[in-house]
């Protein structure tokens, strides 16, 4: 029903984000929670009676425009100078954008249904939510795994067989 609204909101999050000046040189962490606000600001301003309500119906279910838009903008919000070459390619494979959207769908619907004052408890799960995904998408364990098993290889002290034998 009002689906085509949630997902307009995803695009104008965007859009805000990529004019903020130097925001492509934010690290990840501030790319995503400025993203996340900006989301969630566009939301709140879209003129419905019980957007808590209208986002649960339309916005959170997995096969929603709003879901596909979401993992869409990820690929560029996740373009962050401080995510390795390799976390990057991992992070751009669709079950980790869809993990990464529906982490972002439930902390919205949280944060859409928080009745706290100025929304104090969604905003404390959100900042740790998100500083958790960040450091986990700017690990550098899997390049320097790649770099080790690269390095054993090409001086040969990793044994690989040899099918000419």
Known sequence: MHEDLFRTCVDRASANLSAA???????????LTAFFFMLLDAIEELDLPDVSAAFNRSASPFGSLFHEQL???????????????????LTSSAPSRFVAAETLVQLLATSLADASPDRQRSAALV?????????????????KAVDLVRYAAEAGYVPFYNARR
Do not use: H, K
């Open 21 to 31: 000046t130097g925001s492509e040189e934010w690290p990840l962490r501030e790319r």
């Open 71 to 89: 993992r869409q903008a990820l690929n560029q919000l996740m373009d962050a100078p401080d995510v390795p070459a390799l976390n990057r390619m």
């Open 127 to 143: 900042d740790r939510t998100l500083d958790f995904v960040s450091t986990l998408i700017i690990n550098p364990i899997p390049s």
